[in-house]
């Protein structure tokens, strides 16, 4: 049984992990979250600080401005956690790093195991296909998503331009611009639209063929479930340094 601290519990990503917590032999000891909730099956504290029970890993999808709390009492408790927020600016990205160096973290952009597989099968086949095919990235979320592009779909577009000495040059928007494609470039579009969970299309147009490589989610518990398989590798991990999805693949 993995003991974990749930950080952001009462969020829509907190309130997924603990659905299907138990289905990866996981316990929440305590969950953190500023909002109150309804009466939970675990206790609730405003900041991580406030816990002085004992956990095997901390999960946090909470807000990148918790980051610090998290960090500090990861390392003062030789607790290794996995960062599954997003919106860390250089600074952070940089103390996070650092501070891998002093316990063991694990750092997803997106924690569908699924993504993550895409990604690496996108750099390959850009690696096989080379020059000759156009790379455009298309992704679809809901109506109520904030930014565009997505996350996602730079991680993806960043797997593809890896494989190219020189990387690629992104485009966003063709329509002030009318001229021929070049071949440094890899598109990136965006769509929003009803309830749509995430859909990426990473499209590889060749002459007289193309291949596409798809991802769709139909349920938010796709990302809670590759949250729960990072705590259960990371609670087994002493290795201090940044982990990430490849090595979890490893660990399947």
Excluded: W
């Amino acid at each position: 049984m993995t003991k974990m601290i749930l950080s952001g519990c009462n969020g829509r990503m907190g309130r997924a992990i603990a659905s299907i917590a138990a289905q990866y032999d996981v316990v929440i000891v305590a969950g953190v979250d500023l909002c109150d909730a309804p009466s939970l099956s675990y206790p609730v504290y405003k900041t991580i600080a406030e816990y002085t029970g004992e956990a095997d890993v901390i999960v946090d999808f909470s807000h990148f401005s918790a980051l610090d709390q998290i960090l500090d009492y990861a390392v003062e408790h030789q607790i290794p956690a996995v960062l599954s927020t997003t919106g860390y600016s250089e600074e952070q990205l940089a103390k996070i790093a650092e501070t891998s160096k002093k316990v063991p973290l694990f750092r997803s952009a997106n924690m569908s195991v699924g993504i993550n597989l895409l990604a690496l099968l996108t750099r390959k086949a850009a690696a096989i296909l080379g020059s000759d095919f156009d790379i455009e990235v298309v992704e679809k979320h809901h109506n109520k998503k904030l930014d565009a592009p997505s996350g996602t779909a730079l991680i993806l577009a960043d797997a593809a331009a890896a494989a190219f000495e020189d990387g690629k040059q992104y485009v966003y928007d063709r329509h002030s611009v009318r001229k021929e494609r070049s071949k440094d470039e890899i598109g990136i579009h965006s769509i929003r639209g009803g309830t749509i969970c995430g859909d990426h299309d990473v499209i590889f147009a060749g002459y007289n063929e193309v291949v596409t490589l798809s991802h769709s989610v139909s349920n938010r518990e796709v990302f809670a479930s590759g949250a729960l398989r990072a705590a259960c590798y990371m609670a087994g991990v002493t290795e201090k340094r940044l982990h990430s999805m490849n090595d979890l693949f490893g660990d399947l």
